[in-house]
């Protein structure tokens, strides 16, 4: 289901000496089936902009339409929206509260109106599509690792099956391995469900490595928009407003400082590599 953005402005404390404009004016559509990375310095809007999405945030002025529905027309359904689209706040861990992993998981299918037996198929199908390991369901999710933690969450949400799935920051705190782990994980989901997956990041090479789109936030605005090589080939732009670009890309840029004719801004080191080898080919 398509999300569409129509000049959304949203200000923190309308009226107050702490008034402050987190959201400019932003206009973007964001189509099924995308798997779509926002990135951005501190400040610069990202988590604001995100929970737009589901209602959470109302704008202070614009519209927002989900499935061409005004999402703040008075007879729209923001809790149904909410089960469509699904939030995974950063360290997502802290949203579980129940005694054991599989009740956990349960519970938004419970709350859905489902009957127990279908959110018990709910919550097992979620909770293997994370691989979340069988011996670990009847478990206290306090007593998990910081990864099965952030795989029990996320399963809690994928059980609600939203269309949409926007995650804030989900490898934060995890090591290099726990972060790759999932986010495999997340691009496999994608490509499995087509389900739309929209990643908030701080890590160039996460979203150069795995989405298909990135929307650059700067000031509350959108500063860039489109696919990695070409957000990434803007490197000057991108500095200047606080932002890195993956380390491949800086290698290749070198390179061309250096003379060597490498086309292209490469973003990952397959990419890289593949054109090294054209290159000496």
């Known amino acids: 289901m398509s999300i569409i953005l129509d000049h959304v402005t949203y200000t923190y404390s309308v009226g107050t000496a702490y008034e402050v404009r987190a959201l400019d004016d932003v206009s973007l559509k964001l189509d099924d089936g995308e798997f779509i990375g926002i990135i951005g310095h501190t400040g610069s809007g990202k988590s604001t902009l995100i929970q737009h999405f589901n209602g959470l945030l109302k704008a202070t002025s614009g519209a927002i339409y989900y499935n061409g529905q005004d999402i703040y027309d008075r007879d ?83 059980a609600m099956e939203p269309a949409v799935l926007v995650l804030d920051e989900p490898t934060a705190g995890l090591d290099p391995k726990g972060q790759r782990d999932l986010l495999t994980l997340i691009k496999r989901m994608h490509k499995e469900t087509n389900r739309t997956i929209i990643l908030v990041s701080h890590s160039m090479e996460d979203v150069a490595e795995y989405v298909d789109r990135i929307i650059v936030m700067d000031e509350g605005r959108v500063f860039l928009d489109g696919t990695p090589e ?43 590599k593949e054109e090294i080898l054209r290159l000496f080919n």
């Open 76 to 158: 729209f359904d923001l809790k149904g929206l909410r089960t469509q689209v699904g939030m995974v706040f950063q360290y997502p861990e802290h949203q579980l509260f129940e005694t054991t992993v599989f009740e956990d998981v349960k519970y938004g299918p419970k709350n859905q109106g489902l009957t127990d037996k279908e959110a018990t198929n709910r919550a097992f199908d979620a909770l293997s599509a994370v691989n979340f390991p069988d011996e670990y369901f009847d478990q206290s999710p306090f007593e998990l690792s910081g990864g099965q933690k952030r795989r029990a969450a996320i399963a809690g949400v994928l």
């Open 230 to 272: 070409e957000v990434f080939s803007h490197v000057k732009e991108l500095e200047e407003r606080g932002l890195a670009v993956p380390q491949v890309t800086y290698l290749m840029e070198e390179l061309r400082a250096r003379g060597i004719p490498v086309e292209g801004h490469a973003t990952t080191l397959e990419s890289a």
